[in-house]
């Protein structure tokens, strides 16, 4: 299979951050406010940090408090960028319409790995032997904050009225199996796909890794 690094979204599903720039110009209706890159550098260097929007004048840029100043894309811009010299802690955006504010969000250092988290995308699946659940596997900090440079192998482990469809984690070089119970983290994030076996129940999922806290949930299959 070839692949590169355009589009949208990565092999895995994960939306880049160009997925929010483009629901900015072309999703009115969804108030958007994306903040990136992540937060986590060296400290001392200078980061160019962009922020996307739509439904706003401006957005101001805090860092750990202090304003970074306050920018508005203009008619034909697509997003707003400040250069900020790295120092842990938390950047915070705040996008206002005539001088409200209308959203926030904000990215924080993260420390270690420490645990990981679990995201199905439902927790009820039918039971007819092809309908999947897609699980998304976080690594997280000690605070639960996601730690974007983790790529810890994360092994998978499957009980009850399914199985391991496949695995991923969005990256473009990897050369892990897609059919297989352990991946890599990518960005700290990979992807377990559990399909239903044809029978009713219950499946318990798992997810662990050397030094972390391990994770599990349970999908209904009706």
Same mark, same amino acid.
């Given at each position: 299979?070839? *692949?590169?690094?355009?589009? %949208? %979204?990565? #092999?895995?599903?994960?939306?880049?951050?160009?997925?929010?720039?483009? &629901?900015?110009?072309w999703c009115p209706e969804k108030q958007v406010l994306h903040l990136f890159p992540h937060w986590n550098w060296t400290p001392g260097q200078t980061v160019d940090v962009w922020a996307c929007y739509n439904n706003a004048d401006e957005v101001e840029l805090f860092c750990n408090g202090k304003s970074m100043g306050t920018r508005s894309k203009g008619k034909d811009g697509s997003h707003v960028c400040w250069r900020v010299v790295f120092e842990p802690g938390t950047i915070k955006a705040v996008a206002r319409k005539n001088g409200k504010t209308v959203q926030e969000t904000e990215r924080s250092t993260a420390g270690a790995p420490a645990r990981i988290r679990l995201r199905p995308d439902r927790s009820?699946? &039918?039971?007819?032997?092809?309908?999947?659940?897609? %699980? *998304?596997?976080?690594?997280?900090?000690?605070?639960? *904050? #996601?730690?974007?440079?983790?790529?810890?192998?994360?092994?998978?482990?499957?009980?009850?009225?399914?199985?391991?469809?496949?695995v991923d984690n969005g990256s473009q070089t990897s050369m892990e199996k897609f059919k297989a119970t352990e991946r890599n983290a990518f960005y700290?994030?990979? #992807?377990?796909?559990?399909?239903?076996?044809?029978?009713?129940?219950k499946i318990t999922f798992s997810a662990a890794s050397p030094g972390l806290e391990s994770a599990g949930i349970t999908i209904e299959c009706r």
């Open positions: 299979m070839d *692949t590169n690094d355009f589009g %949208i %979204i990565d #092999l895995a599903g994960f939306p880049k951050d160009i997925y929010y720039m483009y &629901q900015s110009e009820i699946i &039918q039971a007819d032997g092809d309908d999947l659940c897609f %699980i *998304t596997v976080e690594i997280l900090d000690k605070n639960g *904050t #996601l730690c974007p440079l983790a790529d810890n192998k994360v092994a998978f482990s499957i009980s009850g009225s399914g199985t391991i469809a496949g700290g994030k990979c #992807l377990a796909v559990v399909r239903n076996s044809g029978e009713p129940g």
